[in-house]
């Protein structure tokens, strides 16, 4: 059984312009202890699906289909309270610049206890302890308890970010961009957190990311996304070894390396489409070096392969 | 290296915040108590030539980068540019400069005004330099460099307001914005950092190909070595407001010397899934207190292999060979 199940889920914003699909017929599982990575382009529905299976959509946007099982039920149709009582310990999430989203006049060991006093019931004290064990746990001085986000760097916010939300051991985190905007030097020391917290407590993760590389240093599977679809599937391993969709192909190839032989680099010709009135037809086409005729008119369906997936017209003989 | 004169010369360049409080900051100033930003800097840069300069966030990347526009008016130094010394300029005398030393910022989504469109935002700059003496000959400018920067059908982006468009074409109006100046030197600050990892690439290939077609020198600040290595002639590495490392950009990413270089080059993550998670030979984070490192190494509290030479002086830039120079003690083992 696999901790979370999205089922043909379909997210639409309505608009005054039109409706926009900004998730539309995306499913994928996540087992338990497995991280998966969702990949692609800015605009292209990673953060709207983060978000749905939170249930943290608000109108216009709306999830008009599909089914997102976790732990065998039905996210989309609990109501406001069984939510509450979800988040944060069931399910997490780790939003985009989460960093800059912690409260400045609140102390960080506050910030960090608030999630254990909802769920867990136990005394302020209690609460108090188990915030600071907390905090060695992402790297930080036991110390900085009582400190104000604005004595911490960017980078021991984001640390602090992850303390809060793991504080109450949920079951699936989803970590948001958790390292864009942030230095080499802390990034790399984050994505070493990730992976440590990833062993120590045994997490099941959905991360978002837009660079390859941090993608390939922290997920066993990997979704790439385009435009409100996913177009590829598959384990990390075989996907950076042979990309099969060309839009997998021309992320690869458009992704510099700092060691060896300088690559020639090729970036994506066009810009996504609009999610609003798209046209028939494969959403990469108009971008796509080896479209046929068939790309036009018909959207390819998801293709299973050598236990990968992949949806492309070039596949599908 | 070419033999030309340099186009931009910078002699121990300095920039000291006071941290200091009340008349003491004015009638006693102390070296300890300010927190040097830029803590003497000397380079040139050549015409037509790409430098990067890369680190951290708050080791004085863009306080140094503003004080060469004179954004910020540098405590100590000099910064010739063609020969001239333009920190002693007067205004007037200065603002023919302006026109040739210009600026791209980091984030294309809060540097262009949102009420705006594409060829209000250019006409804006021509209308300021004067560049233009009729609206035909503005138009035409606009046309010419919207698409100089690839933003083609033109027709499709003049009227459009910065919030249709997307990071990548965000930043290509930035530069035409620079662009129709036809300045000799470009700062980038960060130019892509903010854009999708595909989007980069255009964006950087843009700049090299402004870099062959007009010989503008560039300085490419940025805490990121693959772009740095995609795009610049040399590399400078900074950290805390001095230069730790400068020399050919191939000679760098080959062979960093210094234990902050390599810090850097150990950091950045891999594509590869299969490849064994790097060790990070540092430590910790920027330090914020400058008082520690007063008479000692700027980076003594994280260097792995300091030793007691590195507590009591600051080391200089050497030559390592007549491409690369380091400042470090260790490199005589």
């Known amino acids: ?317 | 290296m070419n033999k030309q004169t340099p186009l931009l010369q910078i002699d121990n360049l300095q920039k000291h915040f006071s941290l200091q409080k009340g008349w003491k900051s004015v009638f006693a100033p102390s070296k300890a108590a300010s927190l040097r930003a830029v803590d003497d800097i000397t380079f040139e840069l050549h015409p037509g030539e790409v430098l990067g300069f890369v680190g951290e966030s708050g080791c004085g990347k863009s306080t140094m980068s503003r004080t060469l526009l004179r954004l910020i008016e540098p405590t100590q130094g000099v910064v010739r540019f063609q020969g001239r010394n333009i920190l002693g300029l007067s205004r007037k005398e200065f603002n023919p400069y302006r026109r040739k030393m210009q600026l791209i910022f980091q984030d294309p989504f809060g540097s262009l005004n949102p009420r705006r469109t594409v060829a209000e935002t250019i006409r804006q700059t021509i209308n300021i330099h004067g560049l233009a003496h009729s609206r035909q000959e503005e138009a035409k400018l606009i046309e010419r460099t919207l698409d100089l920067v690839g933003l083609k059908p033109i027709e499709e982006y003049w009227d459009k307001y910065p919030t249709l468009l997307s990071g990548g074409q965000l930043q290509r109006v930035s530069i035409a914005r620079v662009l129709v100046l036809q300045p000799e030197f470009i700062i980038a600050d960060e130019p892509v950092s903010m854009l999708d990892v595909s989007v980069r690439i255009g964006i950087l290939e843009l700049l090299q190909g402004l870099q062959k077609d007009f010989n503008i020198s560039f300085l490419y600040i940025t805490h990121d070595m693959i772009t740095a290595r995609h795009i610049c002639d040399r590399i400078a590495i900074m950290y805390l407001g001095r230069i730790v490392e400068i020399g050919e950009a191939d000679d760098i990413i080959q062979s960093p010397l210094h234990p902050y270089t390599q810090a850097l080059m150990a950091a950045v993550p891999v594509p590869d899934p299969t490849a064994a998670p790097p060790n990070l030979p540092i430590k910790g984070y920027v330090p914020t207190d400058p008082k520690e490192t007063v008479a000692s190494c700027n980076f003594i509290q994280r260097c792995p292999y300091a030793v007691q030479t590195c507590r009591t002086q600051k080391p200089e830039l050497r030559f390592v060979n007549n491409r690369h120079q380091v400042a470090c003690f260790r490199l005589d083992f």
């Open chain 1, 1 to 317: 059984m696999s901790l979370l199940e999205v089922d043909d889920l379909r997210l639409y914003f309505y608009t005054k312009r039109g409706t926009a699909k900004a998730v539309d017929r995306v499913g994928f599982r996540v087992e338990k202890n497995e991280t998966l990575g969702l990949i692609g382009e800015s605009g292209c529905g990673k953060t709207t699906t983060a978000l749905a299976i939170m249930k943290l959509i608000k109108p216009p946007g709306q999830i008009v289909h599909g089914k997102i099982l976790f732990q065998d039920r039905d996210i989309v149709s609990l109501d406001k309270e069984d939510m509450r009582e979800l988040r944060g310990k069931g399910l997490a999430i780790i939003r985009q610049e989460a960093q800059n989203s912690l409260n400045p006049v609140m102390s960080i060991g506050k910030q960090i206890a608030e999630g254990l006093l909802v769920h867990d019931k136990i005394g302020k004290k209690e609460a108090w302890e188990r915030a600071e064990h907390q905090l060695g746990l992402v790297g930080l001085d036991t110390k900085m308890i009582s400190h104000f986000p604005h004595e911490f760097s960017g980078g021991m916010k984001q640390r602090a970010v992850i303390a809060m939300a793991t504080v109450c051991r949920p079951q699936f985190l989803i970590l948001d961009e958790p390292t864009t905007g942030l230095d080499v030097i802390v990034q790399r020391q984050l994505l070493s957190l990730i992976n440590h917290l990833k062993q120590e407590l045994g997490l099941t993760a959905l991360l978002i990311a837009h660079d390859l590389a941090v993608i390939a240093e922290t997920c066993d599977r990997v979704a790439v996304m385009y435009a409100g679809k996913i177009v590829e599937h598959s384990d990390t391993v075989s996907l950076y070894r042979k990309p099969l969709h060309p839009y997998s192909q021309a992320l690869l190839s458009a992704y510099p390396n700092l060691k060896g032989e300088k690559k020639q680099l090729r970036s994506i010709p066009g810009v996504p489409p609009r999610l609003i009135n798209t046209p028939y037809g494969c959403k990469f086409e108009p971008r796509c070096s080896y479209a046929l005729e068939a790309c036009k008119h018909q959207e390819p369906e998801m293709m299973y392969q050598d236990g990968r997936y992949v949806a492309c017209h070039l596949f599908q003989a």
